[in-house]
């Protein structure tokens, strides 16, 4: 757990400030009223009121994630995010972190910003704990009310994550900036036509203003768009990082080399 956040971490029972704490020689968060929050050796805090309803991605999810990113087939949408943040200064909360690609080259592009990572999915937070040195990690519920203080962050991302427009509006910073970054219509179409994967709902737009209307304005929206080529190894893992991973067999698949279209929209919103 980075110090360097602590200050802007909140109680998720109480909403009380947290400090490092020693449990038995185990290092932990602990609030003025006595609740306490276990940091994983991997370096995540635990800050959850109860348990989740989901665990979020799988141990092969995030293995197939941190592969494909790691090859620099989604560079381009980290390098749109890096460059709409360029020069943060402040907290930028990365909602639905993953395994914190995405936070760590927005870190890289803003040296004053220190980052907070959140998901409910353990095996992404182990690599989320270690993905930038000004970066910290915890597991929360990113529907539920998050273990953030009120105006504390100068950013928060969210790329192909659920989106919680009161809690992002309240942690954000009046002065701060919401990064969305959504599916394109034709994201992935190839695969989606040739195995049958969830598509992209041709309304998702439209739903994402909605829930995000009355906490926040758009302010820009631009297209990035990329021709992957990919070996049938490649497109297997990419397969095997999307949601659609829980309704195939990946076994079954034996995909050939082939292009496929990566295809995204990132939205800057101010707060309302």
Request: charged letters at 20%; zero cysteines; a positive charge.
């Given at each position: 757990m980075n110090d360097a956040v602590l200050p802007h971490l909140r109680c998720p029972h109480c909403a009380a400030p947290l400090a490092t704490a020693d449990g038995g020689g185990q290092r932990m968060l602990r609030c003025?009223?006595?609740?306490?929050?276990?940091?994983?050796?991997?370096?995540?805090?635990?800050?959850?009121?109860?348990?989740?309803?989901?665990?979020?991605?799988?141990?092969?999810?995030?293995?197939?994630?941190?592969?494909f990113l790691a090859a620099g087939h989604y560079a381009f949408i980290a390098d749109a995010l890096a460059a709409a943040a360029a020069g943060a200064d402040g907290l930028v909360l990365d909602a639905g972190t993953g395994t914190g690609y995405h936070l760590a080259r927005v870190l890289d592009a803003s040296p004053a910003a220190v980052g907070l990572g959140l998901d409910v999915?353990?095996?992404?937070?182990?690599?989320?704990?270690?993905?930038?040195?000004?970066?910290?990690?915890?597991?929360?519920?990113?529907?539920?009310p998050l273990p953030v203080a009120d105006a504390s962050a100068v950013l928060v991302l969210d790329a192909f994550a659920p989106r919680n427009g009161p809690e992002f509006r309240r942690v954000l910073r009046p002065d701060g900036a919401l990064l969305v970054v959504t599916p394109a219509a034709d994201h992935l179409s190839e695969l989606v036509d040739a195995f049958g994967l969830i598509h992209v709902d041709p309304d998702k737009g439209d739903r994402v203003a909605d829930r995000l209307g009355r906490h926040f304005v758009p302010e820009r929206s631009t297209a990035h768009r990329r021709r992957m080529?990919?070996?049938?190894?490649?497109?297997?893992?990419?397969?095997?990082?999307?949601?659609?991973?829980?309704?195939?067999?990946?076994?079954?698949?034996?995909?050939?080399?082939?292009?496929?279209?990566?295809?995204?929209?990132?939205?800057?919103?101010?707060?309302?």
């Open positions: 003025p009223r006595g609740h306490n929050f276990d940091i994983a050796k991997q370096g995540y805090a635990t800050l959850t009121a109860g348990r989740t309803p989901h665990v979020g991605d799988t141990v092969a999810m995030v293995a197939d994630r941190e592969a999915s353990k095996p992404a937070l182990r690599r989320a704990a270690r993905a930038h040195p000004r970066a910290a990690a915890a597991l929360a519920d990113i529907w539920r080529r990919l070996s049938g190894a490649e497109v297997r893992t990419l397969v095997g990082m999307t949601p659609s991973a829980r309704h195939v067999v990946l076994d079954d698949l034996a995909p050939g080399a082939g292009t496929v279209t990566a295809a995204v929209d990132l939205t800057v919103y101010r707060p309302a």
